[in-house]
DNA sequence: ACTTGAACCTGACGCAACGGCAGGATTTAG
DNA sequence: CTAAATCCTGCCGTTGCGTCAGGTTCAAGT
């Protein structure tokens, strides 16, 4: 009565059809998602081409990440998709959004662990502080868009570059802190050329983009000893120092 | 014997320093994770000081989303701290992707939805084909950087900004469509006019970076007719035209 | 000492979407 | 007519707990 001599099909066949295995099928029907509109004498399935045509729209909206019982409210009444959509998309987002935190916690403890060795796990608190403490830091200073372009361009850089601008960084606070312990003049030569090597290494995270660098001019204003101290980072008069002396080759 | 009259709480008292619910460190004590180190003869679980570093270490791994069974074998022996971190980033990198994927999708099916009113159940599965398809040639074009830049400025443009500009593109289509009937030289002032603003619209979706709108006028020039069909986007003929006409002014 | 309310215990089901197995019936090819 | 393939139903396992349920113990007030 499905049809006048349609064709008819048994799990095992509709399974091999869509590339779904015969357990999704059986549970689709359990749930009440789709449920075979015939049965053999001998209760074997049989799936007509209305139930065929069914299961691919289901694929289709399971493949948008819908629950199936979401799936299923759709198909008997409609609730309005382009809501239902819209709502679903929001949700998607909040989870992008966790995971991407997630994975900036992750990449700066990676970088962290490496960077000091395996935490004796009494250090395994402490980092994680200073790991969140970073995270929160750079959340106060930087839009949820800017993390994801400096994640980016990190990325794209690849691994080893990162790490040989991040190797880089220690040595020109060294020689910086040297020049600056000499007296050197900012207009030297020498510390004229420590300066275009700063900002070059600089332009590695900001990548030119002014929102971003100022951003990270702010955080390191305001965060310079936490930085110092935790990092290396270079203290408040060497930024000073590296300031006026970009202000000489400018004027 | 667990310290020399050492502190010991219960666990509603280590829930409450916590934040943990006294049901999850049931769970941890079930699965072998954190087994507090006492218990009082009638059987009341007691957590000593090393207990609560344990859980504190815990959690902190918890964080990063590692599976409990990793962290109880990390807590017993291990494994390379390093290793492990990496792998799991391995594998959030992984849900980013496939949740950005999702992401685009479903963006590209609200976009279709809410533009051609909801589907009648049969057209469902014609527009996900329609969607895949833009989908996978986005991916033949952008890559998995230029597309998270293209959600981005969308993002930080804003919704009402995304639907104006998209709204602006039919309308602009046509007038070019008229001027091009009407054989109107392309360095005429209305078409001039009408160039510019063609480049504007454009400008929205590339923001300037040549490797975006590279990508986009090659996917633009491949697969016109696709879209033209689809989408109602320009004809080659009519991309010709405002070559021609960009081409005039810029001379 | 007695009562009472708060805190504690173990055990079990539920969730999302199936995977995988067991044990038995049926179909189909040779 | 037999053997292999396919089918059936039902149940446990997955992840990290939430949420009862039914019973015991603790701490305080009278």
Chains 1, 2 share one sequence.
């Not at 809501?83 to 990676?110: G, K, N, P, S, Y």
């Not at 030119?208 to 100022?214: A, E, N, S, V």
Request: glycine letters at 8%; aromatic letters at 6%; a negative charge.
């Amino acid at each position: 009565m499905t049809g006048i001599g349609g064709q008819s099909w048994k799990v095992g066949q509709l399974a091999r059809l869509t590339g779904l295995t015969v357990r999704t099928l059986h549970h689709y029907d359990q749930v009440g998602l789709l449920c075979p509109s015939a049965r053999t004498p001998s209760g074997h399935r049989l799936y007509g081409e209305q139930d065929v045509r069914g299961l691919y729209r289901i694929v289709a909206l399971r493949e948008l990440g819908l629950p199936l019982e979401v799936i299923r409210d759709l198909l008997t009444g409609e609730p309005d998709l382009a809501d239902l959509l819209r709502e679903h998309l929001a949700h998607v987002d909040q989870q992008l959004a966790a995971i991407r935190a997630l994975r900036r916690r992750l990449v700066t403890m990676v970088a962290a662990v490496q960077a000091v060795g395996p935490p004796g796990s009494a250090d395994l608190l402490v980092l994680m502080e200073e790991v969140k403490k970073v995270d929160d830091t750079m959340k106060r200073y930087f839009t949820e868009e800017q993390l994801a372009a400096l994640t980016q361009r990190h990325e794209q850089a690849g691994e080893e570059a990162t790490e040989s601008v991040m190797a880089q960084w220690p040595q020109l606070i060294a020689q910086v802190q040297a020049e600056l312990d000499a007296g050197t003049d900012p207009g030297a030569p020498k510390v004229q050329a420590l300066a275009r090597r700063w900002m070059e290494l600089l332009e590695f995270f900001h990548g030119g983009d002014p929102g971003l660098r100022d951003s990270l001019y702010r955080m390191q204003a305001d965060n310079s000893e936490m930085l110092q101290q935790q990092y290396g980072g270079p203290s408040p008069e060497m930024i000073d120092y590296i300031r006026r002396a970009n202000a000489v080759s400018s004027s």
